[in-house]
């Protein structure tokens, strides 16, 4: 909430009954928990954006690539080159408010979501996820 909207609040709430308060709270808090419900669904739907990004590149990178490797893993290089074309498949698919909240996040921020997903991966497979180059991991 900005300044004058405070202050216009402020002085409704002065000149206003007690009863009519209680109704100018009440409104204020179902908006706040609309807002906020709106902007989960906003939040879930460009993580899941980025879930099928993460889907896309195991598909059509990740495991060419470490079936040519000689050692079966991704260097630092293509694990970069992974996460890039996650990411360009996410922004791809993603629209509206989604689109644009997936566009406002820093790289380092998406990067740190990729991670959480690979982590969350990993336990449910009972193995250790590799880290992922925007979190500076070495291991494939």
């Not at 009440?26 to 928990?33: G, R």
């Not at 791809?92 to 997936?102: D, E, H, V």
């Not at 959480?116 to 291991?139: F, H, Q, T, V, Y």
Request: glycine share 10%; net charge positive; hydrophobic share 40%.
């Amino acid at each position: 909430m900005n300044y004058l909207m405070a202050a216009s609040f402020m002085d409704w709430l002065s000149s206003s009954g007690s009863d009519t308060v209680v109704q100018g709270l009440v409104s204020i808090l179902v908006m706040a928990i609309l807002y906020g419900m709106r902007k989960m669904g906003i939040e879930k739907k460009a993580m899941e954006a980025i879930e099928e990004g993460m889907e896309h590149a195991q598909e059509e990178f990740v495991v060419w690539k470490k079936r040519s490797s000689e050692d079966g893993k991704l260097s630092k290089k293509e694990r970069a080159e992974a996460r890039d074309l996650a990411l360009k498949h996410a922004k791809s698919i993603a629209t509206g408010a989604a689109g644009k909240l997936l566009a406002s996040w820093a790289k380092e921020k998406i990067g740190a979501r990729i991670q959480r997903i690979l982590n969350k991966k990993g336990k449910k497979s009972g193995s250790n996820p590799s880290p992922s180059p925007a979190s500076g991991g070495e291991s494939s």
